[in-house]
């Protein structure tokens, strides 16, 4: 049997539940031999979306036939659209019309969406398969492959229906991420950042050195800047597989980032856009409550805007961006925590007082006011904010 040879091999430590993270330039070709070395066999269900069918699909299916599997593909619509309840009982309709068996596997070709529902089809089908993920945008290859989650989203709160379900393998091929659309790969840079405000310093410091080689897509750069995210993933979700403690510092962005893609339908951003968005507000919070300095605030959102993400709020009331973070699954006996910044590497988990988080979006709305009355270009009557 061939050896296959991987530039870096992340361990994800969960006692049987373990299993290994691979990044390898071009493994994609080799995937029929990566799972064969494994030990499995037979039936293969591909779910994929028509983009990155016609991108990498045949490369795929040629893979897996060679090494002695029988793939078949299952299509899902591109985006949030996919991340749904019907969407999820087509998979298994096709499941149960290929007759998959149990031995047999699910392999999630695509980005985030495509991995958590296919995750969770793979987590309920036959009360469980096989699972492999092989993330193509770079929002799944350093966060949403990795520590199990799974699942679909409720037009009332994003993920509140799924599963912790760990994959058998993540293969990473970061050659795939050339072809990805530069609004996706922006907007993946926002977990990116992430990772360097929750846990690593000297990595944000990289990643401030090197801003042109992150928007070039560097050769360089993008391999180590995967490799640490996992690395970081991995270490919290060893320690912390069921987020029940330290795993929530993985959703700093998220608590205000998830109310806005509810609040926009999931049509007006993408995931990491609005993570980016939630960074800044939920850094702005945490500057208002006294935990960190306008230092920390001031070089994070530098760096979110050097990369190109969007740094503007849109105009909305307090009471759709509380109502809709009411909605999030990490909410606790009614309250709402949200991950807030200390110091660049270091962040905490708070809960959010109403009253308080009123009088930040108030002192908020009149700074962005105060900046638009200097500029000379104040907002029509009906698009300025009111409180209520």
């Known amino acids: 049997m061939m050896t296959i040879s991987v530039s870096h091999r992340v361990p994800v430590s969960l006692g049987d539940r373990s299993y290994d993270i691979l990044i390898q330039p071009g493994i994609l070709r080799q995937i029929g031999q990566v799972l064969q070395g494994m030990g499995c066999s037979g039936r293969v269900a591909i779910v994929t979306n028509p983009i990155v069918e016609k991108l990498y699909g045949r490369l795929v299916r040629r893979a897996l036939t060679q090494a002695g599997f029988s793939p078949f593909v299952i299509i899902v619509p591109d985006g949030e659209r996919a991340k749904t309840l019907p969407w999820l009982a087509k998979i298994l309709d096709a499941l149960v019309a290929h007759r998959v068996e149990r031995q047999e596997m699910i392999l999630a070709l695509g980005g985030g969406v495509t991995g958590d529902v296919a995750g969770f089809a793979a987590s309920v089908y036959l009360r469980g398969i096989p699972f492999v993920q092989v993330p193509t945008t770079l929002v799944a290859q350093v966060d949403s492959s990795v520590g199990g989650k799974t699942g679909v989203n409720h037009p009332h709160g994003k993920n509140l229906i799924g599963a912790f379900y760990q994959p058998q393998i993540v293969i990473i091929d970061p050659q795939v991420l050339h072809t990805l659309a530069n609004r996706q790969w922006i907007a993946g840079l926002a977990e990116v950042i992430k990772y360097g405000m929750i846990a690593d310093k000297q990595f944000f410091q990289y990643l401030e050195q090197h801003v042109e080689g992150l ?9 180590h800047v995967i490799q640490r995210c996992c690395q970081i993933k991995a270490e919290v ?26 609040w926009g339908h999931y049509k007006k951003w993408i995931h990491g856009e609005a993570v980016g968005l939630g960074m800044i507000q939920e850094a702005s919070m945490a500057q208002y409550l006294g935990l960190c300095s306008k230092h920390v605030i001031e070089s994070q959102d530098d760096l979110i805007k050097r990369v190109g993400l969007p740094s503007t709020m849109p105009q909305l009331k307090f009471t759709d961006l509380w109502q809709a973070m009411q909605h999030d699954k990490k909410v606790v006996k009614g309250h709402i925590h949200c991950v807030m910044p200390q110091q660049i590497g270091d962040v905490r988990v708070v809960p959010l007082v109403r009253q308080s988080i009123r009088k930040w979006f108030s002192c908020q709305q009149s700074a962005a006011l105060n900046v638009t009355k200097a500029s000379g270009k104040l907002p029509p009557r009906s698009q300025r904010v009111k409180q209520k």
Request: proline share 3%; net charge neutral.
């Open 215 to 223: 928007r070039a897509r560097a050769e360089d750069v993008i391999p």
């Open 237 to 262: 979700v060893a320690g912390d597989e069921r987020e029940s403690g330290r795993r929530r510092i993985l959703n700093y962005g998220h608590t205000v980032g998830h109310a806005l893609e509810s």
